[in-house]
Nanobody, 121 residues
């Protein structure tokens, strides 16, 4: 199996910063992409940022220039540095890993349990 564990959420004032971490462990023959999604109350889950193996990144328009995704390949860990946070960034942030567990198995998505980010004064 594959485990995806997030950490780093919390309460921050507008304009502040937070860094989220997400580690994938277990049967990870190959990780194709790792990324962050978020879901605010009453809204659908949306992509925040994704990092594809090879280094390609993709960001939601609303976070470009404020958030940065990076990865430590040796640790199968991805980070989301969030700067200039706004109240609209308040949501539960979920980490996703797109993984092939073994050479003969298909690619699958695995999700973390989510971490709350609250931006409020």
């Amino acid at each position: 199996q594959v485990q995806v564990v997030e950490s780093g959420g919390g309460l921050v004032q507008p304009g502040g910063s937070l860094r989220l971490s997400c580690a994938a462990s277990g049967s990870t023959f190959k990780i194709y992409a790792m990324g962050w999604y978020r879901q605010a109350p009453g809204k659908e889950r949306e992509l925040v940022a994704v990092l594809i193996s090879g280094g390609t990144t993709n960001y939601a328009e609303s976070v470009k220039g404020r958030f940065t995704i990076s990865r430590d390949n040796d640790k199968n860990t991805v980070y989301l540095q969030m700067n200039s946070l706004e109240p609209d960034d308040t949501a539960v942030y979920y980490c996703n890993a797109n993984v092939r567990r073994r050479a003969i198995t298909p690619r699958e998505d695995y999700w973390g349990q989510g971490t709350q980010v609250t931006v409020s004064s």
